[in-house]
């Protein structure tokens, strides 16, 4: 062969290994900007525009049949002028609980941070149908004590995630270190009661701080108080028996004085009486013989 055939053979070599990257990389691009792949770090992308969300995992079947179906939607998000997403709850199980996924696949369609669940079919002509007819207005939004942005459900969202992280140490401990599941249990038993326990002295500690107890005062102190709190007592009992007698010394000389006032009415009553009773009659003088 000479070195002109060779040469030729080796563009056309280049030229196809070109292209076959050329057509990877625009396959790869083209895969990546159809659906958007959104986990705990970018879920909140959706909170802006208009969105429908996938939430799914691999080896869900009804998610995988889903899949082509998901596809064909975001083929049609620029004519739809909307974003098309997916979330994997077996890498984001913080955005299941904030959420409340309990089936698979879950479909949300989200409007500038409204959020409604959608329930209707899941065929490629009723999602499209659902978005470009604006159907999702006759559905009620999710209430606020619901909504993924509150703060609750933010709080459901960490315990569903330090879930997971439970659930990986203990998979850890009996692959990795060969642990029975009941020496694994009895290690987060005893993880339980010392977390339980410290917590429990952080929450003492901090009660203290914001309210400090009173000071002790010293037992001489409290006995010196005491007895003079005693002696005051007395006094004043004392006083009180002295004030209590004198107001019958006073009520005494007030009923011997109304008494007397009574006794000297009544005998000048009498001496009236005497002096103008009828019986006593004047003596005639006699005439001389």
Not at 63 to 75: G, I, Q, T, Y
Not at 125 to 138: G, P, Y
Not at 170 to 186: A, C, K, Q, R, V
Request: charged share 25%.
């Amino acid at each position: 062969m000479s070195y002109a055939g060779m040469g030729r053979v080796f563009y056309i070599l280049c030229f196809s290994l070109l292209l076959g990257v050329a057509s990877a990389n625009n396959q790869r691009v083209s895969t990546e900007s159809l659906v958007e792949q959104l986990d705990e770090e970018n879920w909140d992308r959706m909170l802006h525009g208009e969105w429908m969300v996938e939430f799914y995992a691999p080896w869900c079947p009804a998610c995988k049949a889903l899949e082509s179906v998901w596809e064909h939607l975001a083929s049609s998000k620029e004519d739809l002028n909307i974003n098309v997403g997916k979330v994997d709850v077996t890498d984001s199980p913080g955005l299941s609980g904030r959420f409340m996924v309990t089936a698979l696949p879950t479909i949300y369609h989200v409007v500038d941070g409204v959020f409604r669940q959608y329930k209707s079919p899941r065929d490629e002509d009723a999602l499209i149908e659902f978005v470009s007819e604006k159907t999702w207005r006759k559905i009620d939004p999710i209430p606020s004590w619901k909504s993924p942005t509150s703060l609750h459900m933010s709080i459901l969202s960490q315990f569903f995630r330090m879930s997971q992280v439970l659930r990986g140490i203990h998979n850890n401990l009996m692959e990795d270190f060969g642990l029975p599941t009941w020496g694994s249990y009895l290690i987060f038993a005893i993880a339980t009661i010392v977390v339980g326990a410290i917590l429990g002295l952080i929450i003492v500690c901090l009660i203290d701080l914001i309210y400090p107890p009173k000071p002790m005062q010293p037992q001489s102190k409290k006995k010196e108080e005491d007895e003079n709190s005693a002696a005051a007592q007395e006094k004043g009992s004392g006083d009180d028996e002295i004030i209590d007698n004198l107001k019958d010394d006073l009520i005494d000389e007030q009923d011997s004085e109304s008494e007397e006032v009574a006794e000297t009415n009544n005998k000048e009553k009498d001496a009236k009486a005497d002096t103008s009773s009828p019986n006593v009659r004047k003596r005639k003088p006699r005439k001389a013989d």
